[in-house]
């Protein structure tokens, strides 16, 4: 003879942790199905922002398809963001492909740069060089310059510092502040150009900030 519970009876018979647990697995369910067939884009977006603080991995697969699918720029940022909350390298394809969306928003590749940024994988460098190089808007340019040398450290600083000549003062000014807080030595020479030669006074100002900063003796000697 077969016995069953129903689900308040189940809940009953469980200890307090199990129920929690239960509470949690529901609401982790009803979230996913929140994000992928809500009409409204308000609840889509909490159910994106809910999924990010909850952080499992399993939330990965459908917010990289929300990723692509999702109609509302506001609610992408917000999948975006999520993603590089749980900060898992899964997500990095999706993330690249999100990069290459027609027509794609500013403010939605800055969150997509800034969660690879917090990804911190290897995985992760070729597409904020790509970003780096090849985007139109510099505040682009110069969020993914920031991130590319916080992510790549020493290795990222030969192909950075051909990006120092940016034809926007934006993107110059984040570099040099990369390579401040990096310290590596090998920037002091493209950085002490700047400093002489460059139009925008808050790149110069910036410039000596970095090599003081470095504090190289060549760094310091370009100070003198």
């Known amino acids: ?13 469980c200890d307090e942790k199990t129920r929690f647990l239960i509470y949690l697995l529901n609401a982790y369910m009803a979230l996913r199905k929140a994000l992928k067939n809500d009409k409204k884009k308000e609840v889509r977006f909490w159910a994106a922002s809910s999924l990010g603080i909850v952080g499992v991995k399993g939330a990965i697969a459908d917010l990289s398809e929300a990723l692509g699918s999702e109609g509302d720029a506001n609610v992408r940022v917000e999948i975006a963001r999520a993603l590089g909350k749980i900060g898992d390298g899964t997500a990095i394809p999706a993330l690249a492909e999100g990069m290459k969306r027609k027509n794609e928003s500013v403010e939605v590749k800055k969150a997509i ?9 290897p995985g992760v460098l070729p597409i904020l ?26 290795d990222a600083v030969p192909e950075a510092l051909k990006c120092l000549k940016d034809k926007s003062w934006q993107v110059r000014w984040w570099l040099i502040e990369g390579f401040g807080d990096l310290g590596d030595a090998r920037a002091v020479s493209e950085i002490a150009k700047l ?30």
Do not use: C, F
């Open 129 to 154: 060089l790509t970003a780096l190089k090849e985007e139109k808007d510099p505040s682009i340019r110069s969020v993914a310059g920031e991130a590319y040398l916080d992510v790549g450290r020493e």
């Open 113 to 121: 740069i800034a969660a690879l940024r917090n990804i911190r994988e």
């Open 1 to 13: 003879m077969e016995h069953s519970l129903k689900p308040n009876a189940l809940m009953a018979a």
């Open 195 to 224: 400093l002489v030669e460059d139009k925008e006074p808050s790149v110069r100002k910036q410039a000596a900030w970095a090599l003081g900063n470095i504090g190289d003796i060549q760094a310091l000697e370009k100070l003198e």
